[in-house]
C-alpha cells in the first residue's frame, strides 16, 4: 500500500492545494503523521484541502471552532496524546454472529483512556495526534483483547476524527476547568 505523509503545517506531501484528483486519490493510502502532528495540524489539513470537507457533515461546524480558537496553548491537563484506534469485534453469539469494525478517536495519559467528548475542538488543538492499534474482541470478551500492529488510510483519519469530535463538547459555560 502506498504511503501519504502528512505534515505539521497541514499539507499531504506531494499533493499541492487545488489538485482535488490527488486528494481524493490519496483516501485509499496508508497514512504516516510527521513528528508532533496535532490536531491544530490535522485542521490546517482541512483548511487547505477543501475536498477533505465534504467528507463529513460535521467538518464546516468544527471548522469554525477551529478558527475562532486561539493560535497556541491549546491543550488540557492530564491528556499527553489523542489516538485514532482500530476495533474490530466479533458480536452476536450465541445467535446470529457478525462483525463489527469501528475507530475511535480518544485521549491517552499514559497507557490509559482519557475521555475528550467534554472538551471543546479549541481546548485539544494544540495535542499531538497518533496511530494506534487494531484490537481484535471476541464476543464482548474484555479480558482477552487482542492488539495488533495496522495501518490507517487517509479516509479512517479524516472520517474517524471527524465523525468522534462531531459529538464532542458541552457549551464552554458549563466546563469545569
Known amino acids: ?38 490536531l491544530r ?12 470537507v465534504q467528507l463529513n457533515a460535521f467538518f464546516p461546524d468544527l471548522l469554525e471552532q477551529f478558527h475562532a480558537g486561539p493560535d497556541d496553548g ?5 491528556i499527553d496524546c489523542l489516538l485514532l484506534e482500530k476495533t474490530v469485534e466479533m458480536v452476536g453469539f450465541p445467535g446470529e ?6 475507530r475511535r478517536f480518544t485521549g491517552w495519559n499514559g497507557n490509559k483512556s ?34 495488533f500492529d495496522t495501518v490507517f488510510t487517509l479516509f479512517e483519519l479524516v472520517e474517524g476524527i471527524g465523525w468522534e469530535l462531531g459529538f464532542h463538547g458541552t457549551p464552554r459555560e458549563c466546563h469545569l476547568s
Not at 501519504?4 to 485509499?28: F, Q, Y
Not at 484490537?135 to 492488539?147: L, M, R, S
Open 114 to 147: 482519557v475521555p475528550i467528548k467534554e472538551f471543546q475542538v479549541d481546548m485539544l488543538l494544540d495535542t499531538q495526534v497518533r496511530l494506534g492499534k487494531l484490537k481484535h474482541v471476541i464476543f464482548g470478551d474484555q479480558v482477552d483483547v487482542f492488539e
Open 97 to 102: 454472529p457478525r462483525l463489527d469494525i469501528y
Open 1 to 38: 500500500m502506498d504511503n501519504v505523509r502528512l505534515n505539521i503545517d497541514g499539507t499531504i506531501e506531494t499533493v499541492s492545494k487545488g489538485d482535488r484528483a490527488a486528494v481524493l486519490s490519496c483516501l485509499a493510502r496508508q497514512v504516516e503523521l510527521a513528528p508532533g502532528y496535532t
Open 74 to 78: 491549546c491543550r488540557v491537563s492530564g
Open 41 to 52: 495540524s490535522f485542521f490546517r489539513m482541512l483548511d487547505t484541502y477543501e475536498p477533505l
